[in-house]
């Protein structure tokens, strides 16, 4: 016997997917945006410049005001355009937090006992939005590299009962792509 699909579902089944597939972070109305990455060399440092676009969701927001800290997670990869090596892995953490009772946002990057102030979200959110990082390298023969970066808010670093709900709620994804972007390094 044989089997025939029907063109109805055939039309169903594609606009589902299309439907799926449709349904990006640009909705959503958060979520963070790689916007552009500048990349100079220093003696085996890259001094890099991330612009940013950070938006958090209301759920994240939520989250803030009832004193969960937040670890936004940035990775950046160095690698060899010519055969993919990877040649440096870095992270770096930037945990928001607020205080109700002076009603002030803290930051606080990585693990250095440097914190900034800020009165509202959204000076917090430019303050990471435009970094200036230093990666150290170590001598890079000449030739072609690129450098790939995300950024994200680490679910893994919520309290303990807030991860798996996290894991599953479109509201905790606001993981930007991975953005790629080559240079050279001359002699």
């Not at 992270?91 to 990057?109: G, N």
Request: glycine share 6%.
């Amino acid at each position: 016997m044989r089997y025939c699909i029907k063109p109805f579902k055939v039309t169903l089944v594609f606009l589902a997917v299309m439907f799926i597939a449709g349904c990006g972070q640009e909705a959503l109305g958060y979520g963070f945006v790689i916007k552009n990455v500048s990349i100079s060399r220093g003696y085996q440092v890259l001094n890099i410049r991330l612009q940013q676009e950070l938006d958090l969701s209301q759920q994240a927001r939520a989250a803030l005001q009832h004193g969960v800290t937040l670890a936004i997670r940035l990775d950046l990869e160095l690698r060899n355009d010519n055969n993919m090596t990877v040649v440096k892995r870095e992270v770096r953490y930037f945990r928001i937090r607020y205080l109700p009772l002076s009603e002030r946002y803290q930051l606080r990057e990585g693990a250095s006992e440097k914190l900034q102030a800020f009165t509202r979200l959204r000076h917090v959110l430019a303050a990471i939005g435009d970094l200036k990082v230093q990666m150290p390298t170590g001598p890079l023969p000449p030739g072609s590299y690129e450098l790939r970066t995300r950024i994200r808010v680490d679910e893994s670093q919520l309290p303990a009962p807030m991860q798996l709900p996290a894991l599953f709620s479109s509201q905790w994804r606001h993981d930007s792509e991975w953005s790629v972007w080559p240079f050279e390094v001359n002699v």
